[in-house]
């Protein structure tokens, strides 16, 4: 299994409040991939990472922040949670040498998250 | 939009059946495709991925085809056993660049003993 672990994998907290979801990989794999899974929509994009402090947005990345300080860690920020964020958080990496797409992702097992 | 999908949300095979799951994909730039296994409380697992000079690839009881033509690409899975019920996913990179991915909905496996 690749390197990855994803803290918490469950929580519950209320609306309005901020949440901090942690990726971390021994793999040191350039590219990290945060996505959310739900019903009817399958795995969709938030944001991903293409190196250290470098950062893009994914297909869904309002109200969601990222950071990457340390090429093991990328951080998944919700700045004041909504019920509509209750999901199943995904943290995938990949190795992307000479360009991500033609290298697999890997998964982390998730983050349920339940916003109340 | 890009996109790919599945052809059938839901697969039953008697357990040492083959199986076969389909996917079609829409951009007919698309190099390069990967196949994904969840199961219940697990992040997708890799299994196999296919670049588009290729037509076929095996792994270890699993063939992945690919028609470029009608962009097309199936998952087949030989002797299926109970460990592989779970749900299936295709993938496709949207950039070359980024590694971005375009997932699928899904196909359920169902093995029945």
């Known amino acids: 299994d690749a390197g990855i672990t994803q803290s918490p994998r469950h929580k519950v907290t209320e609306t309005g409040t901020p949440v901090t979801l942690r990726c971390h990989q021994t793999e040191n794999h350039r590219y990290m991939y945060w996505y959310r899974q739900d019903p009817g929509h399958g795995l969709r994009l938030i944001h991903y990472s293409y190196g250290v402090k470098d950062t893009d947005k994914g297909e869904v990345s309002d109200g969601y922040s990222v950071s990457r300080s340390k090429t093991e860690d990328f951080l998944l920020t919700l700045e004041s949670a909504t019920s509509s964020q209750t999901s199943v958080y995904f943290c995938?990496?990949?190795?992307?040498?000479?360009?991500?797409?033609?290298?697999?992702?890997?998964f982390g097992d998730g983050t349920r998250l339940s916003i109340l | 939009g890009e996109s790919v999908g599945l052809h059938l949300p839901t697969l039953s095979v008697q357990e040492g059946d083959n199986s076969i799951i389909n996917c079609a994909y829409s951009n007919s730039a698309s190099d390069y495709f990967i196949w994904y296994k969840q199961e219940s409380g697990k992040g997708p697992q890799f299994i196999i991925d296919i670049r588009s000079n290729m037509d076929k690839r095996q792994g270890q009881r699993v063939t992945v085809l690919l028609n470029k033509t009608v962009k097309h690409l199936s998952l087949q899975i030989a002797a299926t056993q109970p460990g592989d019920s779970a749900v299936y996913f295709c993938a496709d990179p949207l950039s070359s660049n980024t590694g971005k991915l375009i997932f699928g909905q899904g196909t359920t496996l169902q093995v029945k003993p």
């Open positions: 995938a990496i990949s190795e992307g040498q000479g360009g991500g797409g033609n290298q697999p992702q890997h």
